[in-house]
């Protein structure tokens, strides 16, 4: 029942919502109306303390409720202490950023997590302070400010299926309180931690093996999907939902535009299942959906969700239950660098068709390297028509990026390497994986120009999808893989630490020097930026089509919208080869202006093509 005490905006915001709000809530938590009244209270509360400069910043983006969608976003990936050292750091260079073109600023996880244990910063031990060597929550709040006066927003992200078992509730529940216990998965024996271990896949079954751990203190079991030290949230206990929910809101407060659900598809677990993408799981994230819509409307939900397509998209929701407004296209992400290594776009042809059949609504961030490893969750049913296995095509993808095979220029490192399943994974910046690191390694200027127009390839390839492209930072420079991470005890056995080394200013600032790798790869990843967001056609509305090539090296994509037609060529191989299409319009080159039919189209090896015509 709607309480009188709400003011009329809160009112008319929760009304539309609030029977559905209290079906999911009561189905989840077996009509608890307790706690469901506390819900709605703690809703209204965030609402009311909400600045009026925020709530001023969500009137605006409810006027164009698809911000995001257009082509003018451009977002950009970092860790604050590897771009600047703190908070106030970030805060100075956002005129860099401005230069980039990166109106899209996603912070990696900032909240106060133990040195050591962090697992780098997804074991939050407080949801509300900010690591001390970063700033203050005040600074995180001031950030927000200078962002949003550019024109920028602001991304952070949010670790919602564990804590740090640091953290003041796992504290208490090692101490013995049942209250706080109960907010974890606690158990006496190892019976049922045993019957789960039968159908719950392992995160990380090298450096974590299983998915619980043994508390001496508590002298219990507790559930640990990833780490020992990241304590699994018990999502049955509506107490957690309400106050994680608080927790998500008042970062939302302190102006984070995009909360990124972490692990969003692992938040619900039921004995005897996989405990993944369980039908509870969307009815959270629809609740979660709802309550920012109702206390901070300008507010967007991404969740991270790094499985194949048919796992993802349900995240959307529906058109009428809309779940998270972003999600990530992990799945191109890995049959890119999939495509660099076989030179072949076959599998990428039959993975864009997928994404191009979905709804226009369906926003996605593509990417073609982030903080985490590239996974091979490629759709190998598919590859089998071409004779190709999972286990000896990950291994080739391996060691193909990572240098092991004779004339191959990758520097990847693999990371969770495991011989027994076979299924280790790849790191390294795009520059290295690029093999721009061997070729100045080798001092080999051919090399070098080959290895750079591939980077700047897979770049304009995201920028030709539609949603939002989203760089690592770093890779607007070409930076290239850090090793000083195997002499550091934190870090020395997670090689994704290759990838997240600091940013050097120094090699920033040689991107306005000419001919350096800093300046080629700045100025080409700068131009097009703006070109993509001076045209149209490149707006997430767009129609999207393969364009058949006829060549299995040469990738082809079309794109239309409002009278502007675009022909996208992306050569894969390491020589010249040509697109043989045949198109009948007159068509412009966008790089150079230059006016040009598109039929038989040359591509230079490892070089793309941007061809526009307008009605």
């Known amino acids: 029942m709607l309480n009188k005490k709400w003011d009329q905006t809160f009112r008319q915001r929760i009304t539309p919502y609030y029977d559905e709000l209290k079906w999911l809530y009561c189905e989840l938590y077996q009509n608890d109306m307790q706690a469901f009244?506390?819900?709605?209270?703690?809703?209204?509360?965030?609402?009311?303390?909400?600045?009026?400069?925020?709530?001023?910043?969500?009137?605006?983006?409810?006027?164009?409720?698809?911000?995001?969608?257009?082509?003018?976003?451009?977002?950009m990936l970092m860790y604050t202490n590897c771009f600047a050292g703190t908070l106030g750091g970030v805060r100075k260079h956002l005129t860099y950023l401005?230069?980039?073109?990166?109106?899209?600023?996603?912070?990696?996880?900032?909240?106060?997590?133990?040195?050591?244990?962090?697992?780098?910063?997804?074991?939050v031990a407080d949801f509300r302070k900010v690591q001390p060597e970063l700033g203050t929550m005040e600074d995180l709040a001031g950030l927000a400010r200078d962002c949003h006066g550019l024109g920028m927003s602001v991304c952070l992200d949010f670790v919602m299926n564990h804590t740090s078992e640091d953290h003041e509730w796992a504290r208490r529940a090692r101490a013995g309180e049942k209250e706080y216990q109960d907010r974890?998965?606690?158990?006496?024996?190892?019976?049922?931690?045993?019957?789960?271990?039968?159908?719950?896949?392992?995160?990380f079954p090298q450096t974590a093996p299983g998915n619980?751990?043994?508390c001496p203190e508590a002298g219990k079991i507790v559930m640990t999907s990833f780490y020992p030290y990241q304590w699994d949230l018990n999502y049955h206990n509506p107490t957690v939902f309400n106050d994680m929910t608080a927790n998500m809101l008042y970062l939302c407060n302190q102006g984070v535009d995009i909360i990124r659900l972490d692990a969003v598809p692992y938040i619900w677990k039921t004995l005897g299942t996989t405990c993944r993408n369980l039908p509870e799981v969307h009815s959270l994230v629809r609740i979660m959906r709802i309550?920012?819509?109702?206390?901070?409307?300008?507010?967007?939900?991404?969740?991270?969700?790094?499985?194949e397509p048919s796992k993802v998209v349900p995240y959307f929701g529906s058109v009428d239950k809309p779940e998270c407004h972003m999600l990530y296209n992990v799945t191109t992400m890995a049959s890119t660098w999939h495509t660099v290594a076989t030179k072949d776009v076959r599998l990428m042809k039959h993975q864009l068709g997928t994404v191009f059949a979905l709804p226009k609504q369906y926003v996605f961030l593509n990417y073609l390297r982030c903080h985490d490893d590239i996974g091979w969750g490629l759709d190998y049913e598919y590859l089998q028509q071409f004779g190709i296995e999972e286990a000896p095509h990950k291994k080739f993808l391996n060691d193909y990026l990572s240098g092991v095979i004779y004339g191959c220029d990758g520097r990847g490192e693999l990371y969770n390497d495991d011989p027994r399943l076979q299924d280790a994974r790849l790191c390294g910046t795009t520059a290295s994986l690029c093999g721009i690191e061997a070729a100045e390694y080798e001092k080999n200027p051919e090399k070098l120009d080959q290895a750079i127009h591939l980077d700047i390839m897979l770049h304009a390839f995201l920028f030709t999808q539609s949603g939002i492209p989203v760089l690592y930072s770093g890779d607007e420079i070409g930076q290239l893989n850090d090793y000083t991470y195997h002499d550091d005890d934190y870090k020395r056995d997670d090689s994704r630490y290759l990838h997240r080394g600091d940013l050097d200013w120094k090699s920033v600032a040689r991107r306005k020097k000419a001919g350096t790798r800093e300046q080629r790869i700045f100025s080409e990843i700068q131009k097009l930026a703006l070109l993509r967001s001076k045209h149209r056609v490149f707006d997430s509305y767009a129609d999207t089509w393969i364009v058949e090539t006829w060549n299995d090296h040469v990738l082809g994509i079309g794109r239309y919208y409002r009278g502007e037609k675009l022909i996208a060529l992306f050569n894969f191989n390491d020589q010249d080869e040509t697109a043989w299409i045949n198109e009948e319009e007159e068509y412009r080159d966008l790089l150079t202006g230059g006016l040009c039919e598109a039929k038989a189209v040359g591509v230079p090896a490892h070089d793309f093509v941007w061809l526009v015509t307008t009605f």
Request: proline share 5%; glycine share 8%; with cysteine.
């Open 184 to 203: 974890y998965f606690f158990f006496d024996n190892w019976d049922i931690p045993n019957e789960y271990e039968k159908t719950v896949p392992q995160v």
């Open 212 to 214: 619980f751990s043994w």
């Open 291 to 307: 309550a920012a819509e109702i206390v901070c409307p300008g507010t967007l939900l991404l969740g991270e969700v790094v499985m």
């Open 98 to 123: 401005q230069e980039c073109g990166v109106n899209y600023v996603h912070l990696m996880p900032l909240l106060e997590s133990p040195a050591g244990k962090s697992d780098g910063g997804y074991a």
């Open 37 to 75: 009244d506390y819900f709605c209270g703690m809703l209204y509360e965030f609402y009311t303390e909400r600045s009026q400069e925020l709530k001023d910043w969500d009137a605006a983006r409810e006027v164009v409720k698809d911000w995001f969608a257009g082509n003018e976003m451009l977002g």
